[in-house]
């Protein structure tokens, strides 16, 4: 775990540098000479490549504080890492809470539930009808009061005694008696946690660049070093948000089995 903390800071760090020069955009600071496939572009096309990436580079930048969340909210100390899917059943569609995760080495794992299990009751709480329509005309509803469910079932679990948890599997209805552990999965979030004050300060860094971009990109429609300027740093960007993502993910599957696609 801090191989991953160590990753991401160095990530920040590298950014935080490369970034801190950037906003003057009143002189190019690129010293080579764009590359021979950016100059074959037209002007036209070099426009839309950059106003195209800095598209995305703004979209996944207001995704990610809200996925790194979801990270923190995903194991409610159980082991498990659930979530609200749909599935097709005799013909049917229809919606339910799905393990998609198991720890390594939790007692939901020592069970035998596995990725893939529906979740029918935890500690003999009903979860939510896996066989409900997904087409029912109430799927947001339905969504947020069956992970409801799940969530206050799980929290009624006691941390030192086993409780039942009924799963649907292959059709059939099983049973396994599960602990509550509270320290399943807290490594990560605490490794996450850590993280997420040099990640906001790299962020309000990307924001202001992008901002300024944004302002200066229309009065760069015919200036072919300063659009290849701006597209390398969006193309930083990029890598730099998709670290972040590929780095967990890897550290993630390296703790829990994965259910297989």
């Given at each position: 775990m801090r191989r991953l903390v160590h990753f991401l800071l160095a990530m920040l760090l590298l950014w935080a540098v490369s970034g801190s020069a950037f906003p003057v955009f009143g002189q190019d600071k690129s010293k080579d000479p764009p590359p021979d496939w950016w100059t074959r572009l037209?002007?036209?096309?070099?426009?839309?490549?950059?106003?195209?990436?800095?598209?995305?580079?703004?979209s996944e930048h207001h995704e990610i504080k809200p996925a790194l969340q979801k990270y923190l909210d995903k194991y409610p100390l159980t082991?498990?890492?659930?979530?609200y899917e749909p599935a097709v059943r005799n013909g049917d569609s229809s919606t339910g809470v799905k393990v998609v995760s198991v720890w390594k080495s939790s007692s939901a794992a020592r069970a035998g539930i596995r990725p893939g299990d529906w979740l029918v009751k935890i500690n003999r709480y009903d979860v939510c009808s896996v066989l409900s329509l997904a087409g029912d005309g109430q799927g947001g509803k339905q969504k947020q009061s069956c992970m409801d469910n799940a969530n206050?079932?799980?929290?009624?679990?006691?941390?030192?005694?086993?409780?039942?948890?009924?799963?649907e599997r292959d059709g059939q209805i099983l049973e396994?008696?599960?602990?509550?552990?509270?320290?399943?999965?807290?490594?990560?979030?605490?490794?996450?946690?850590?993280?997420?004050?040099?990640?906001?300060r790299a962020l309000a860094v990307?924001?202001?660049?992008?901002?300024?971009?944004?302002?200066?990109?229309?009065?760069?429609?015919?200036?072919?070093?300063?659009?290849?300027?701006?597209?390398?740093?969006?193309?930083?960007m990029r890598d730099f948000q998709a670290g972040i993502f590929l780095l967990i993910s890897e550290e993630e599957k390296n703790l829990q089995l994965w259910e297989e696609k």
């Open positions: 037209t002007p036209f096309e070099q426009f839309s490549l950059v106003k195209t990436r800095m598209g995305e580079v703004v082991g498990l890492g659930i979530g206050d079932s799980f929290r009624s679990i006691s941390t030192d005694r086993p409780a039942p948890i009924e799963v396994f008696m599960a602990v509550k552990e509270p320290g399943i999965g807290k490594e990560l979030v605490l490794a996450i946690e850590q993280f997420t004050p040099d990640l906001d990307d924001k202001k660049v992008l901002n300024t971009m944004a302002e200066a990109l229309p009065e760069m429609y015919d200036n072919l070093a300063k659009l290849y300027h701006y597209f390398v740093v969006l193309e930083k």
